[in-house]
């Protein structure tokens, strides 16, 4: 079955830097790959997602970014705020809706 | 109000006694999924049904039960609850996940088994 990797488990930026999380994947078939942001004590939230015919994506600060060939995908936050600091999960799926297998996390700290 | 809703919200119950916990949706979804959120392993997904009586299992299935006999309605069984279950549950639902439609989680349940 399809095992997802996340790095690093915790990362600290100052206010206004990049900030970078990388998830890798096992499963060649694996085609639709989401992020999702979750602050302490509320649900996870979509915040972006990159189906496989897509190379990169784009919205506003977040933007996503897949290699097929190598199996990973990257979240890219640009000029982070206070406000993003929450806990981010990559995950990855198969189109046609089979089990979605998460990736364990990364905690993001923006200090200000 | 689209909404998942989880009912109940927090739970502390003993060893072996049967609880369900329930979830229902108000968007017409046909999917929709249980996971289990446990410190430094994410989220793993218990079961998922595609739609009503399809149901499925996700990487975590043992020792929980779901139906879907209903469209809105995907409640998670657990017959005999043991401690390694202590765990935070959310239910999601999707319009349809073969299109790539967005999971839309429910505010989540805090199940304690002593």
């Known amino acids: 079955g399809e095992n997802v990797e996340q790095h690093p488990s915790t990362l600290s930026v100052q206010e206004g830097d990049s900030a970078v999380i990388k998830c890798t994947y096992s499963d060649s078939a694996s085609n639709y790959f989401p992020w999702y942001k979750q602050e302490l004590g509320k649900r996870p939230q979509l915040i972006i997602d990159?189906?496989?015919?897509?190379g990169e994506k784009k919205d506003q600060r977040i933007a996503v970014t897949l290699n097929k060939t190598a199996k990973h995908f990257s979240l890219h936050i640009t000029e982070t705020q206070p406000e993003d600091s929450a806990v981010y999960f990559c995950a990855a799926s198969l189109s046609y809706g089979q089990n979605f297998v998460f990736g364990p996390g990364t905690r993001l700290s923006v200090l200000p | 109000e689209a909404q998942v809703t989880q009912n109940p919200r927090y739970l502390i119950t003993v060893t072996g006694k049967k609880l369900t916990v329930t979830c229902s949706q108000n968007?017409?979804?046909?999917?929709m999924s249980w996971y289990r959120q446990d410190p430094g392993l994410g989220l793993r997904q218990i079961y998922y049904?595609?739609?009503?009586?399809?149901?499925d299992k996700g990487d975590v299935p043992e020792g929980y039960k779901v139906s879907r006999k209903e469209k809105r309605n995907f409640p998670l069984i657990l017959e005999s609850p043991s401690p390694n279950q202590t765990s935070l549950y959310f239910c999601a639902s999707s319009l349809a996940l073969a299109r790539f439609d967005e999971q839309y989680f429910g505010p989540g349940t805090r199940l304690t088994v002593t």
């Open positions: 049904s595609m739609n009503v009586e399809v149901t």
């Open positions: 968007m017409n979804h046909e999917y």
């Open positions: 990159i189906r496989s015919n897509v």
